[in-house]
């Protein structure tokens, strides 16, 4: 079965430094979002993207995120200037449609930032 | 803002019982309910996703129902294995985006 995939499985970066996290969605999926877990808290909505664009963004994702496709295939979430606060679990998922096709997630990437 | 709360916060079965699981959520207007399970240091699978206009989808041993007007959703899972044990979210999407608002899920151990 096709699955969503995320590398690196852990990052570890310095406070300061920028970190770009990677996903493969699914091939024939529209929808791709990123969502994030700190330690013992509630997964949270980062972004979604559409068509080539952001069409929803959560108030945490700020000026320090971005999303990209650079091609065909991936999928990528860059943080500029990581803050210890920024140390999560982060997952990107994909859907065939927006709102009735079920989120497929990756096994998700664990950023620790010192 | 949608508050999604799941009770109880965790639970602990013998092998065999039939179980629920509870999610309720404080708006009412969305499209759609999904619940999810989380094998630790793992992703989220989807379990079962339930449409507003539906009452309740079964999937196997799942069966998860909605009453949206009352804004809650339950997951009943029937003679639970140990391979059960994980964690589950119930996440819900507004009809005003397209971000889902998750639970802080139900912790399952299943004891053989």
């Known amino acids: 079965e096709p699955e969503v995939t995320q590398t690196p499985s852990h990052q570890v970066t310095q406070m300061g430094q920028e970190v770009i996290l990677r996903c493969v969605p699914i091939?024939?999926?529209?929808?791709f979002y990123w969502y994030r877990q700190i330690l013992g808290q509630k997964v949270e909505f980062l972004v979604s993207f559409y068509n080539n664009e952001i069409s929803e963004k959560s108030e945490i994702f700020d000026d320090q995120f971005s999303v990209e496709r650079p091609d065909g295939s991936n999928f990528t979430l860059k943080i500029r200037s990581t803050k210890l606060e920024d140390s999560a679990m982060y997952f990107c998922?994909?859907?065939?449609?927006?709102?009735?096709?079920?989120?497929?997630f990756g096994n998700g990437t664990r950023l620790t930032v010192t | 803002k949608q508050e999604v709360t799941q009770i109880p916060a965790a639970l602990s079965v013998p092998e065999g019982e039939n179980l629920v699981l509870n999610c309720s959520f404080t708006d009412s207007a969305i499209y759609n309910l999904q619940w999810f399970r989380q094998d630790p240091g793992k992703g989220l699978t989807s379990l079962l996703l339930?449409?507003?206009?539906?009452r309740e989808q079964t999937s196997g041993r799942l069966n998860a129902s909605l009453d949206k007007s009352s804004g809650r959703s339950t997951l009943y899972i029937a003679a639970s294995q140990p391979g059960d044990s994980a964690t589950y979210l119930c996440a819900v999407i507004a009809n005003t985006g397209n971000q889902f608002y998750f639970g802080t899920g139900t912790s399952l151990t299943v004891i053989p």
């Open positions: 091939s024939n999926h529209l929808y």
């Open positions: 998922a994909s859907s065939r449609g927006s709102y009735n096709s079920p989120l497929h």
């Open positions: 339930i449409q507003s206009s539906q």
